[in-house]
């Protein structure tokens, strides 16, 4: 496959909150099998600078595009599909990475690659970890651990931090909510613990829709077993996210849902603490 570079202007955007689509979609099916066998092409969303949110320090996100899974509260549903994302050479990544290592550094930062579901295209994703993993620069992946399988011991190792999201509990309700199983989500999560990975717990609270208390009770449970969860993050719900539902004329089911008032975050927080765990 001939090698493509993307004027700068197009891998920046202003957030993950951007709608952005069709970047991929000239491309033939077989180029971009071969792309992801072989990941020395990634498909992103967009690759932002100066978060905060994303793992400790100051990061760099490359939020890549491609994901199974159909949570009923996404905010990003643009990137479910690898043909909305720009094709970016891992060299053209690794060039871009470079430019921000000494800051990242100094700023206790690093990479963190979200999404989309970073392990849809988890051939590129290594690469990119490898590459930060060489400049010394921190490593995070955001995944919902549904290809953690994927990943081998060695890769583990070079990953600094999982940040995994747990959606609810139970097969039924998980399924519903997201379309998908909820047990490899749970495998993957115990075989980090098994290697002592470090990993963030990120759990979104959806009034009416992930704030059932027997849930979260045996996620927080399950979480505060593992032993290698440093912290829960707890997500309120935000409508953000509905504009790109409607311009991609999806079915948008959350209209009427309201975010959680903080003193509901709190409260869910403090049934995370209950099982010895850190959460904010
Ligand atoms: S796993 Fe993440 S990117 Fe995928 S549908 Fe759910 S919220 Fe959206």
Redesign the pocket.
Known sequence: MPQQTAPLVELEAKSPFELRQHHSENMPETALRDALARGDMGFLHSFTTGSCVDGPGVRVVAWTAG?M???L??H??D??NMRNGLPVTIDRATEELRKYRRGLNVMSGGLTLS???PLMQQRFAMRLITAAKDMGIHTCIET?GYFGDRLSDADLDKIDLVML?IKTWGADRHRQL?GMDLAPTLTFAQRLANRKRPVWVRFVLVPGLTDDAQSITQIARFAGELGNVERVDVLPFHQMGRYKWMELRMDYKLHNTEPPSNEAVESVCEQFRAFGLKAY
């Open positions: 994901c899974w159909r949570c509260y996404c990003n549903p990137t479910w999404g989309g579901e919902n999201g997201t």
